[in-house]
């Protein structure tokens, strides 16, 4: 969210004509909620062009980039890597350790779509749940958002809105 270290969301595993809509969601939620980019690792030019286009319409800044693979991201980022997951800590648990480390760095919130990698669990810095029953990746996008921006986000001033 601008004024803060950056919140960057990293879509996994889109299957294009599969998850089009869910990888649309993954952005907007991202977008609506204080993230300032989403990367969608895959080849999902509909999500990027319909999330850019709604960000144009209804204001911004956000940023929507597409990506070939996700492992240089991973291993590149320099800051917090936390992976939205099932099998994870409980978000009341670790959230609020998780808003200190952005206090002083950037954040890499991963979604996947299909079954995730081991790779991705063992790069995280935290594997979280936000409960551990089965839900869509853009409900626990959401969650993990509000919990990290304890609301702030919500009033959130948009610029060219």
Request: cysteine-free; aromatic content about 6%.
């Amino acid at each position: 969210m601008q004024g803060a270290n950056e919140v960057v969301v990293l879509r996994l595993g889109h299957r294009p004509g599969r998850d089009e809509r869910m990888t649309t969601h993954v952005g907007l939620t991202a977008r609506a909620l204080g993230a300032d980019r989403v990367v969608i690792a895959g080849q999902a030019s509909d999500p990027k062009a319909t999330v850019e286009e709604v960000t144009d319409r209804f204001g911004g800044p956000f940023e929507v980039e597409a990506a070939d693979g996700y492992r240089r991201r991973l291993r590149e980022w320099e800051g917090t890597v936390v992976h939205l997951t099932m099998y994870g800590l409980p978000i009341q648990d670790a959230e609020g350790e998780i808003r200190a480390a952005h206090m002083s760095g950037p954040v890499l919130v991963v979604v996947g779509s299909e079954k995730v990698s081991f790779d991705v669990y063992e790069a995280a810095d935290y594997n979280v749940g936000v409960t551990n029953q089965p839900h869509s990746e853009v409900a626990g996008l959401a969650v993990f958002l509000d919990r990290l921006f304890e609301g702030r986000e919500l009033d959130r001033e948009w610029a060219d809105a």
